[in-house]
């Protein structure tokens, strides 16, 4: 199973947001077992590097490493860039980019607590809580 993982998961582990940090572990505790690949998109890095400005530079860098040596990061193509700017469906244009990444890189699903951004998504979207839900059955 291949999951790209949404940014606002990985901020709710690296600050420990509660309460959704201890699924955010979880999710990322899967990634690092066999049967699971986890990645993140490209512009999900640069967005975090930005958002985690406030955190130390040191803090930063070796969280975001971390991260990186989890991940695997993805891109897309320049046609799937091009198309994602013509995608009105989209509100967020990150959350669209995404989208993309997954579908170019074979995704089974895209994790995220925000459902509702990915609804024109041709990759499916769980929450983090429905995936470990579906694992355990």
């Known amino acids: 199973m291949v999951l790209l993982i949404d940014a606002n998961i990985i901020l709710d582990y690296l600050l420990k947001r ?15 077992q066999n049967d699971v690949s986890g990645c993140i998109a490209l512009p999900t890095v ?19 490493k971390s991260i990186c040596e989890l991940l695997e990061v993805v891109g897309t193509t320049h046609e799937e860039v091009v198309k994602a700017i013509d995608t009105a469906a989209f509100r967020d244009f990150e959350d669209c980019i995404q989208s993309k990444c997954a579908k170019s890189n074979a995704v089974d699903y895209i994790i995220t607590r925000n459902i509702s951004d990915f609804t024109q998504s041709e990759i499916p979207v769980k929450t983090p809580q429905e995936l470990l839900d579906d694992l355990a059955e």
């Not at 640069?46 to 975001?64: D, F, G, H, S």
């Open 18 to 32: 509660e309460p959704f940090y201890d699924d955010a572990k979880r999710i990322l505790a899967l990634c690092s």
């Open 46 to 64: 640069t967005n975090l590097w930005y958002i985690l400005r406030k955190v130390p530079e040191q803090t930063r860098r070796a969280a975001l």
